[in-house]
């Protein structure tokens, strides 16, 4: 509202100078007009009078202007900061948002259709809410003052001067319909392009392996051209638009000049008014300029904003429902679990029961694709059951504090990603604070210590794309630091042994009895040594569990479990 007033009050002060000056021209003109009638004689005293009221008039003009500079300091201190304001609010909210977002949301929008979302439409919206609605005010005051003030003066001459803007207006109009439509094919261009280059980065080992850089160069040379061509089909509208314009407002100019002579001939007007009409037609020319831009900003803005809300009225599908502080034990029970995958529809568990309590061991046998990592996407309640229902401690996992639960959980993922920060902080990732000591003690545990101190900057070292690259167990061992070191009551390790050798996790495991004695502990592995003294084993074949018991039980009956025992076995031997 502040905003709209300096808007005004400035446009106020603009049209104010062109009176200003038909004053001066006019008393000017009185003046030679006597100065004719008089023979040719003006005394001094009269030239000193006509200089102060120039002077006068050099001055309050000089003031108007810098009143009007003053307001639209603070027009732009006023839209533009809130706009500013705006923007961090929207963005913070949308990235909000995105953190409470499920797996399925993930899984059905692309990263740089996120990315976009998050910082283009943002800026769009941005711009509509400052520039756009500056200028647009100031287009709104600047006409209604200006063709006011206009016809204060005189209306045959003012109606002259108008009767360019409606074909500019028109003109504009399509001109920058064809702008706008352009602009949108560039755009998707250059995202495509983005995209393009952005794969090509992360893939380059493989294309290098490859040797197929030609083949991405030509891809993106391709691309860049029809890139080129959209930019250079946009230039050429461009370039109609501003002879267009410039030619229109000429013409304004020119019918002032021409009617407003007539007008003076006719002894209706001064000739300060002509000056003051073309100063009135070239003040108009830059809002009605903007007129096409402000519609495509307002557009673009409209558009971006549907994107935006789009993604704020996406409720997850996994909502907190308890806000409860309390601890969970960690007795864990499947019932007749079943689970599609929302996305891609494969039934991935089918009727799975089992139960361990608290303390307990579990180990999770079965071949790839046989769901034994959804089993550990259910229990961190990344998806939630299709059908049948999990308990822990004996309440259904859907009524726990979603919070709790996860925090309940060490949990280790079958992929180990680590964030581009120090190892230490990747470790100490789940706590709020944490010491050195505890991230070397937990570390030792998940027996990386000793590979952590040979690295030159030690704990300190940076991973990432731009720090060090860390090998496949290395890095599944500090993810195995990260979960433990949060000491909770639930571990949950999904295959993150497979890329650390037989000896190395056979020291893990035995470090982890150490810790977890009183804690449940679910292990995915393919490794008959990591469930010797698993309270419990299932094997899980093609979504169902086809074999359940202890070791000794399953050594002794056929199956799955007794031929990779045997096998292991052999290859030890070997
Ligand atoms: N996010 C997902 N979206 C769709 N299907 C998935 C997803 N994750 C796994 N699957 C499918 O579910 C099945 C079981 O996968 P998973 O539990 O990862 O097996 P495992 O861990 O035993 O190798 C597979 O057929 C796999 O293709
Ligand atoms: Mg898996």
Known sequence: MLGILFVVGSNYFAILIPQQIREALDLVQGKIQDFKASGGSLDSAEYQVLGRHLLNFGLIVTGFVIVKGILMYFMRQTIIVMSRLIEYDMRK??????????????????????????????????????????????????????????????????????????????????????????????????????????????????????????????????????????????????????????????????????????????????????????????????????????????????????????????????????????????????????????????????????????????????????????????????????????????????????????????????DAFLFSDTIENNISFGLENSDIEDIQKYASYASIHDDIEALTNGYKTILGERGVTLSGGQKQRVSIARAIIKDPQILLFDDCLSAVDTETEEEILQNLNKISANKTTIIVSHRISSAKNASKIIVLEEGKIIQKGTHNELVNSEGYYKELYAKQLLEKEM
């Open 93 to 414: 909210e949308l990235f909000e948002k995105l953190t409470t977002l499920d797996q399925t949301f993930y899984r059905s929008y692309m990263t740089g259709d996120i990315m976009a979302r998050i910082s283009e439409d943002v800026s769009k919206v941005r711009n509509y809410l400052g520039p756009g609605i500056l200028y647009g005010i100031n287009l709104v005051s600047l006409f209604a003052l200006t063709i006011y003030a206009m016809l204060k003066v005189d209306v045959t001459l003012s109606v002259f001067a108008l009767l360019p803007l409606p074909i500019l207006s028109i003109s504009i109009y399509y001109v920058s319909n064809t702008i706008n439509a352009r602009s949108t094919a560039i755009q998707k261009q250059l995202s495509k392009l983005t995209s393009n280059a952005q794969e090509t980065y992360s893939g380059i080992r493989v294309i290098k392996g490859y040797t197929r850089e030609e083949e991405f160069i030509r891809h993106f040379d391709n691309e860049s051209e029809t890139y080129k061509k959209l930019n250079l089909r946009l230039a050429k509208v461009e370039a109609y638009f501003q002879p267009l314009m410039t030619f229109l407002i000429s013409l304004s100019t020119l019918l002032v000049v021409v009617v407003g002579a007539i007008q003076v001939y006719n002894g209706r007007l001064t000739t300060g008014n002509i000056a003051e009409f073309i100063l009135y037609v070239n003040m108009l020319t830059w809002p009605v300029t903007a007129i096409g831009w402000i519609a495509s900003v307002v557009q673009e803005a409209e558009a971006s904003q549907k994107r935006i809300n789009e993604i704020m009225d996406i409720q997850p599908e996994i909502q907190n429902t308890s806000s409860d502080d309390y601890t969970i034990l960690g007795d864990i029970e499947f019932r007749n679990v079943t689970f599609v995958y929302p996305n891609t529809g494969i039934t991935a568990l089918k009727n799975v029961s089992f139960s361990i309590k608290h303390g307990q061991k579990l180990a999770i046998f079965g071949r790839t694709a046989s769901g034994k990592s959804t089993i550990s996407e259910l229990l961190t309640r990344i998806f939630d059951v299709t059908s049948g229902q999990i308990l822990i401690d004996g309440k259904d996992i859907k009524e726990h504090n979603v919070e709790i639960l996860r925090k309940s959980f060490a949990y280790v993922p079958q």
